[in-house]
């Protein structure tokens, strides 16, 4: 788990998260660049209180990225299985990291194994809504996620299969597959695509990239980039999808991907934020 600033939600997440960890996994938190000592309390805080699990913090005095940050981390990783987590991310699926673990038993082709992600309950009991079920990549590049904005009791989405890509903010991938592909690729840093290119390196070898609904985790969105202007964000966005496009316009073409006049991003989506006080209901 990276973090930049928002020790709120990290603290949150990690207490969250805190009974759903086996005592055979460890954990990795990088604080990237945070300008105040709060998200190491937070870390040092989820490493005192949970010492069934081994805790290891990193600190970089001033941000590298998500790219970065995670390439690092992963190198002092010394499990079979890589999860990434957004600090944003919130588990709803209590068996999230072995429900996760169990596709590659079922599915020995999975590269990378992505949760469905729902937006946190506006109150107890409320169906929740997706965010995302996988992505939907065009032929330009251009993502989109599936299901965003759809309640998630509906039948669309309710099958585990392959998809194009998944996002990083909560998947599983094996280590040895971190190492063949190299990690994340500096190319998308800071932040924006690393996790979409990722999947398509993993598909280039062969590998498939599943969507697993029977795992939710709940997201806040636009947490973790909310340091970053709107506009520079956007900008961000716009160039890293081009140099996605360059690297796999092949790739792109020979899987029929779709037209970008076909990915609809909807925005009548819920904004929830942690001080609204939201519901995170653990299934």
């Not at 973090?3 to 960890?21: E, N, Q, V």
């Not at 599915?107 to 009991?125: E, I, M």
């Not at 160039?239 to 909807?266: C, G, M, V, Y």
Request: charge should be negative; proline fraction near 7%; aromatic fraction near 10%.
């Amino acid at each position: 788990m990276l973090s930049r600033g928002g020790a709120d939600y990290s603290s949150r997440s990690l207490a969250a998260l805190a009974p759903t960890i086996p005592a055979s996994a460890e954990v990795i938190l990088v604080d990237d660049g945070t300008q105040d000592d709060s998200v190491q309390r937070a870390f040092d805080g989820f490493a005192s209180a949970n010492t069934h699990v081994p805790v290891r913090t990193v600190r970089f005095d001033s941000s590298v990225g998500a790219v970065l940050g995670r390439n690092h981390a992963a190198s002092l990783a010394r499990g079979s299985f890589l999860a990434l987590l957004d600090n944003d991310c919130f588990p709803r699926t209590s068996s999230w990291l072995p429900s996760l673990r169990s596709v590659f038993d079922r599915r020995p082709d999975t590269g990378v194994a992505g949760v469905r992600l729902v937006y946190p309950l506006a109150a107890p009991g409320a169906v929740p809504v997706i965010q995302c079920a996988g992505c939907v990549v065009s032929v330009s590049g251009r993502v989109g996620f599936r299901g965003r904005g759809e309640h998630a009791d509906g039948s669309s989405f309710a099958n585990e299969e392959p998809v194009q890509a998944v996002i990083s903010a909560c998947w599983l991938t094996p280590r040895a597959l971190w190492n063949d592909v190299g990690g994340m690729d500096p190319a998308f840093s800071p932040c924006q695509f690393e996790d979409i290119d990722y999947c398509y390196r993993a598909r280039s070898l062969g590998f498939s990239v599943v969507y697993v609904p029977s795992v939710e985790m709940y997201h806040f969105e636009n947490v973790t980039s909310a340091g970053l202007p709107s506009a520079g964000y956007a900008a961000l966005t716009a160039r890293n999808s081009r140099t996605f496009q360059a690297k796999w316009r092949k790739f792109l073409a020979a899987e029929n991907a779709p037209h970008p006049s076909s990915i609809d991003w909807r925005t009548d989506v819920p904004v929830i934020r942690l001080s609204d006080d939201p519901c995170l209901e653990l299934t």
